[in-house]
């Protein structure tokens, strides 16, 4: 039973407009919730989080939104650069160190 | 500053032999997470340490699998007798806080 899922396995987007990258979840015990970015060939690296107190959090063109109603987060890119290309996973964590993960989204800015 | 390192970047192994996995967390991060990647999947969380202690391992798949941190430090994943379904990307991530965990390139396994 997949606990976070992202519907959209990839998304593309012209250079300078906004992504939106989707992400649903069911354990309504989540209450803290990451996105990280993935490189061929590298690990995740961390980009942004919400605490389930919050419903949006903000880091220059990062944005992160949570409708706990709803049990859904989207991670808002504005303007889309093509340097943001890369596989996004998000996480969801229910007080613990353990983090559920999605299966990702590849996300394709074009030039 | 160094970030996580893993060894080997790639391994291919014969099915029904043993591996080692190895991580070098960040210095000075007292908790560490070995997660498996498997290809189109997102990581799946295998165990924690913290400091040398082995807090949770309810991730491991089958006892086959083993991790140690004996000094606190550098982490080790064996797989015994490895198997097809072992094929899949390692990622190890270590922490300060236990909250904002930072990865290793990941140690890519392939059981033939």
């Known amino acids: 039973d997949q606990q976070v899922k992202q519907n959209s396995p990839s998304l593309s987007v012209q250079e300078g407009r906004i992504s939106i990258l989707n992400c649903d979840y069911t354990?309504?015990?989540?209450?803290?919730f990451l996105w990280y970015k993935k490189y061929p060939a590298e690990g995740p690296t961390f980009l942004i989080s919400i605490s389930s107190i919050k419903d949006k959090n903000e880091d220059g063109r990062f944005t992160v939104f949570l409708n706990k109603s709803a049990k859904h987060l989207s991670l808002h890119i504005v303007p889309s650069q093509p340097g943001d290309s890369a596989v996004y996973f998000c996480?969801?964590?229910?007080?613990?160190?353990?983090?559920?993960f999605g299966t990702g989204t590849r996300l394709k800015v074009l030039a | 500053g160094a970030g996580v390192s893993q060894s080997p970047r790639y391994k291919v192994a014969k099915r029904g032999q043993d591996v080692a996995l190895r991580c070098d967390p960040i210095?000075?991060?007292?908790?560490l997470f070995w997660y498996q990647q498997a290809l189109g999947q997102g990581p799946e969380f295998l165990t924690y340490?913290?400091?040398?202690?082995?807090?949770?391992k309810s991730g491991l798949p089958s006892d086959r699998f083993f991790a140690e941190r004996p000094e606190g430090s550098v982490s080790t994943l064996k797989i015994q007798r490895t198997q097809q379904e072992d094929s899949a990307v390692y990622l190890c991530?270590?922490?300060?806080?236990?909250?904002?965990?930072?990865f290793g390139p990941g140690t890519r396994l392939t059981v033939l």
């Open positions: 996480a969801a964590s229910a007080g613990t160190y353990k983090y559920i």
């Open positions: 210095s000075g991060h007292v908790s």
């Open positions: 340490f913290q400091n040398e202690a082995q807090l949770d």
């Open positions: 354990n309504s015990m989540f209450d803290y």
């Open positions: 991530a270590s922490s300060f806080t236990g909250v904002e965990q930072f």
